[in-house]
């Protein structure tokens, strides 16, 4: 089993940043591919980013290209999400995830809900405009 604590949401303002961290425990996690999935009011769950095992390789939904960034340190458990010039649209609640079967993909890591078999309590993002 893994265990996903996220931590840095909050309420910014239009224009503003936040660094999303997510702690995991229980699993190796140099093993895991990990995501970051968003779900606004009303709305589906959303893939916002994804990174390998080994921090080799990225992968954004086209709405964030260039405002995030997605990192990890093996050596402390953590992924983060580095959001920069957030909008309102990015209002919602954060959720990290992980797959636990990343090092056996081949190529980018996933944006498929389905392949994530690991999920946090999600964290909120409030951006005013």
């Known amino acids: 089993q893994v265990q996903l604590v996220e931590s840095g949401g909050g309420l910014v303002q239009a224009g503003g940043s936040l660094r999303l961290s997510c702690a995991a425990s229980?699993?190796?996690?140099?093993?895991?591919?990990m995501g970051w999935f968003r779900q606004a009011p009303g709305k589906e769950l959303e893939f916002v980013a994804a990174?390998?095992?080994?921090?080799?390789?990225?992968y954004y939904v086209d709405s964030v290209t260039g405002r995030a960034t997605i990192s990890r340190d093996n050596a402390k458990n953590t992924v983060f999400l580095q959001m920069n010039s957030l909008k309102p649209e990015d209002t919602a609640v954060y959720y990290c995830?992980?797959?636990?079967?990343?090092?056996?993909?081949?190529?980018?890591?996933?944006?498929?809900?389905?392949?994530?078999?690991?999920w946090g309590q999600g964290t909120q993002v409030t951006v005013s405009s």
């Open positions: 995830a992980a797959d636990p079967r990343g090092r056996l993909r081949v190529g980018a890591p996933s944006r498929r809900v389905d392949e994530y078999a690991h």
């Open positions: 990174i390998n095992w080994s921090g080799g390789r990225n």
């Open positions: 229980g699993r190796s996690f140099s093993t895991l591919n």
